[in-house]
Antibody
Framework: EVDLVESGGGLVQPGGSLRLSCTASGFTFNSYAMSWVRQAPGKGLEWVSTISGSNTSAYYADSVKGRFTISRDNSKNTHYLQMNSLRADDTAVYYC????????????WGQGALVTVSS | QTVVTQEASFSVSPGGTVRLTCGLSSGSVSTNFYPSWYQQTPGQAPRTLIYSTNVRSSGVPDRFSGSILGNKAALTITGAQADDESDYYCVLYLGRGISVFGGGTKVTVL
């Protein structure tokens, strides 16, 4: 059974940093791209970033490019989202998601981690 | 900037049929965008319904179906049930690792 568990959310001041983790189980982790998707309070879902299974390619939404960095450690079945220069509009629930094939479509989701950016 | 469009809301009677669409601010949606659909109830993580236009994810009832209709992707719910009341999101794959979500459609069953 596939399971994705996020951790690392919390309250951070504007301009601060936070690192989210997503630990996976139930599938061959290094064979699949992984993503982060966020949802601001009362808003829709927004794709944030994707990393390939081989850890050779990373992709970012324009809204986070230059501030967020996605990475993965295939030996730990974990991928990460390093978030720097955080702003109030980064406040959201951050979901990790597994891709079905290549970087196309999501098939499994974590339960989400809340990130609140506020002074 | 590419914008993916969805209806804001729909209402359907129990047992009825509703068709949600997913379009592009400029251009047509085709299978090349690998449209996928996700269901989300308040406070819960999304659930994958459809991928690659019309393939149902494991465990998804066959009352959910996906297609291309004209220049848009579509999700049809046939025989709507009370627990289908949710927000529904489409995603289009733009290539080069980039995915874009639509704004979501709130479906009410009453």
């Amino acid at each position: 059974e596939v399971d994705l568990v996020e951790s690392g959310g919390g309250l951070v001041q504007p301009g601060g940093s936070l690192r989210l983790s997503c630990t996976a189980s139930g599938f061959t982790f290094n064979s699949y791209a992984m993503s982060w998707v966020r949802q601001a309070p009362g808003k829709g879902l927004e794709w944030v970033s994707t990393i390939s299974g081989s850890n050779t390619s990373a992709y970012y939404a324009d809204s986070v490019k230059g501030r967020f960095t996605i990475s993965r450690d295939n030996s730990k079945n974990t991928h990460y989202l390093q978030m720097n220069s955080l702003r109030a509009d980064d406040t959201a629930v951050y979901y990790c998601a597994k891709h079905l094939v290549a970087t196309i479509a999501f098939d499994y989701w974590g339960q989400g981690a809340l990130v609140t950016v506020s002074s | 900037q590419t914008v993916v469009t969805q209806e804001a809301s729909f209402s359907v009677s129990p047992g009825g049929t509703v068709r949600l669409t997913c379009g592009l601010s400029s251009g047509s949606v085709s299978t090349n965008f690998y449209p996928s659909w996700y269901q989300q109830t308040p406070g819960q993580a999304p659930r994958t319904l459809i991928y690659s236009t019309n393939v149902r994810s494991s465990g998804v009832p066959d009352r959910f179906s996906g297609s291309i209709l004209g220049n848009k992707a579509a999700l049809t719910i046939t025989g709507a049930q009370a627990d289908d009341e949710s927000d529904y999101y489409c995603v289009l794959y733009l290539g080069r690792g980039i995915s874009v979500f639509g704004g979501g459609t709130k479906v009410t069953v009453l």
